[in-house]
């Protein structure tokens, strides 16, 4: 990931690397129409299958920081993955269902270094990366030419198998009250709840026992912005929070806390191109916080800015990562709704 520094110091841009660098052979592959289980493991879970000498040796510590690198946007350090490490040997029938599969072979006598990557192999839902050496220097180059794409891999196919569990199941009451308010769906999975449904502006929560997930959704016309820029989406946010997310306390507010770094990227789903943030809040006046995830996109088409959020309260619980990614599941459910052809019908 690159930085630049040209925005205030809580503000870092990021740009995701999704292109393979060509220092080996890269492939992807979809298995057949076979019948196969849906994958097991939790999301963020990668299975790591390497033997033990390459594992204690430079390749284990490559790896370790690969996977166990920093969750972005967390109040508390929590890793990308969670590891699960096993030997070739190791890796019986009952492993094969996993949902994030990376395996590691050194072969001396191969062809070529080669990392190959295998959509539902043996289960649907599940992400399986092939990685085929000759040598530790081999592994090192392929490592640093595809580390970036191994993650995104692994945590896009998390993402995608979240949005296939809620549109196989969901609560009618809120995604409703998103396709009568606005041109787009969202799809909300059970246990989320309308906290607020007016012009222009939605709040959806779910509350378990303790954490907090909520999600915003948010239209204006585009002549009502300042710009697009990462200081004008800031400033935007902040202003539409302090307005519609009061706190408990008279005179508290939901904002931005600007005393951590916000990361800027691009994100595409739902066919549109979003400006991504990430960062972390807080209410002024009162002492609570926590991670949030924003997209932003311009609907040139209807004259409009559309911004979706999700944001966690959990302040007891140490596994955020998950609760981020499930809220962010929820806005990647996102489906522009063709007005023309339902006023025709």
């Not at 915003?216 to 997310?245: E, M, P």
């Not at 002024?284 to 966690?312: A, H, I, K, T, W």
Request: proline content about 5%; charged content about 25%; overall charge neutral.
């Amino acid at each position: 990931m690159k930085k630049i520094d040209l925005l205030p110091p809580f503000i870092t841009v990021v740009f995701s690397l999704l292109v393979a660098f060509n220092l080996g052979t890269t492939s992807c592959v979809n298995s057949g129409d076979a019948y196969k289980p849906r994958a097991l493991g939790a999301p963020g879970e990668v299975l790591l299958v390497i033997d033990s000498p390459y594992w204690k040796a430079q390749a284990g510590t490559v790896l370790k920081e690969l996977l166990e690198a920093d969750f972005p946007a967390l109040p508390q350090v929590e890793p990308l993955f969670k590891r699960i490490r096993i030997t070739h040997e190791q890796f019986q029938k009952q492993m094969k269902t996993h949902r994030n599969i990376l395996r590691v072979f050194f072969d001396p006598n191969g062809k070529e270094n080669q990392v190959e990557y295998k959509k539902d192999a043996w289960a649907y839902n599940q992400q399986l990366i092939d990685i085929v050496v000759k040598d530790m220097d081999g592994f090192i180059k392929m490592m640093n030419g595809h580390g970036a794409q191994i993650c995104n891999y692994f945590y896009e196919g998390d993402m995608a198998a979240l949005v296939s569990a809620y549109s196989r199941s969901n609560e009618v009451e809120p995604g409703k009250a998103v396709s009568d308010q606005y041109s787009f769906e969202i799809l909300f999975p059970k246990g989320f709840r309308i906290k607020k449904a007016g012009e222009a502006f939605g709040w959806f929560s779910f509350d378990r026992i303790d954490s907090h997930l909520g999600v915003f959704t948010n239209t204006c016309s585009l002549d009502s912005l300042d710009g697009f820029g990462a200081l004008d989406l800031i400033k935007y946010r902040n202003q539409l929070l302090q307005q519609q997310v009061p706190g408990t306390n008279p005179g508290s507010f939901m904002t931005t806390e600007e005393r951590f770094p916000v990361t800027v990227t691009e994100k595409s789903f739902g066919g549109k191109t979003w400006v991504e943030l990430r960062g972390l809040w807080k209410v002024q006046g009162d002492f609570m916080g926590g991670p949030f995830v924003s997209y932003f996109y311009r609907d040139e088409q209807n004259n409009q800015f559309v911004m979706l959020e999700g944001y966690v309260h959990a302040p007891q619980k140490p596994n955020k990562a998950n609760f981020i990614r499930e809220v962010e599941a929820v806005l990647r459910t996102f489906k522009a709704i063709d007005l023309e052809a339902s006023e025709s019908c």
